[in-house]
């Protein structure tokens, strides 16, 4: 249950590809509700046209729900806070490995041919003013056929927008690891797409369980 965690997000935006009424949301939280229809646009364009109206903003799908606890990692650096978002590198197994994140890598060395690192969508914090930037970049060149991803976004970050160093700091998982802030759903479980928007304004354990799938299925946090 959303109102039953500790979060920073002020309101939800859903996308979706069915007709799904707001009223069919009322249970789901006493935040505010937006939901939006992609008109056959495609689901990895999604941070794209999601209509954000806060300065910050995270993506999830229907696989994951949120933290009982979820804290964002940020640092204070000359008095602003800055969100520590963590990367692999692209030679990493855990990236060559999966399709989905070469082709991700891929795409974000058309934008930077230096682009060496990946990022978790469903884990970065994105700032809305350069969302829209680089959403604005990649339908001007590439006509929207790809898929918007949190690793492209920062190679057009580092490419193309001066400010990159002064919103982020990026942090190498295999430093020390990092806690997903949306912990994954047993398949049994579906709920709509959501885009977490993120305010101006933090996990539990199941030491019982031994196996992570035991762990989910029985929706705690392993």
Same mark, same amino acid.
């Given at each position: ?70 804290? =964002? ?9 800055? #969100?520590?978002?963590? @990367?692999? *590198?692209?030679? !990493?197994? +855990? ?85 997903? =802030? ?9 709920? #709509?797409?959501?885009? @977490?928007? *993120?305010?101006? !304004?933090? +996990? ?19």
């Amino acid at each position: 249950d959303l109102d039953q965690s500790s979060h920073p997000f002020a309101e939800i935006v859903v996308l979706t590809d069915n007709a799904t009424h707001p009223s069919e949301l009322a249970n789901l939280t006493n935040l505010p509700v937006q939901v939006v229809s992609r008109h056959n646009v495609s689901d990895g364009l999604d941070i794209c046209t999601a209509p954000i109206s806060t300065e910050w903003f995270m993506k999830t799908n229907s696989f994951h729900r949120i933290r009982k606890k979820l804290k =964002l990692m940020t640092e204070n650096v000359n008095g602003t806070l800055k #969100p520590v978002v963590p @990367f692999i *590198n692209a030679n !990493n197994e +855990s990236c060559t490995s999966h399709p989905s994140c070469t082709r991700e890598v891929d795409f974000a060395r058309m934008i930077d041919q230096d682009a060496n690192e990946t990022y978790q969508t469903n884990q970065f914090v994105f700032h809305t003013d350069s969302r829209n930037h680089f959403c604005d970049f990649i339908a001007r060149e590439f006509s929207n056929k790809t898929v918007a991803s949190a690793t492209s976004y920062v190679a057009f970050l580092e490419n193309h927008l001066a400010n990159n160093e002064s919103l982020y700091l990026p942090y190498y998982k295999g430093r020390g690891g990092f806690r997903d =802030l949306f912990v994954r759903l047993p398949a049994s479980i579906v709920p #709509p797409t959501l885009e @977490f928007t *993120n305010s101006s !304004n933090s +996990s539990d354990t199941c030491a019982h369980f031994s196996a992570e799938d035991k762990c989910l299925a029985s929706l705690c946090e392993f």
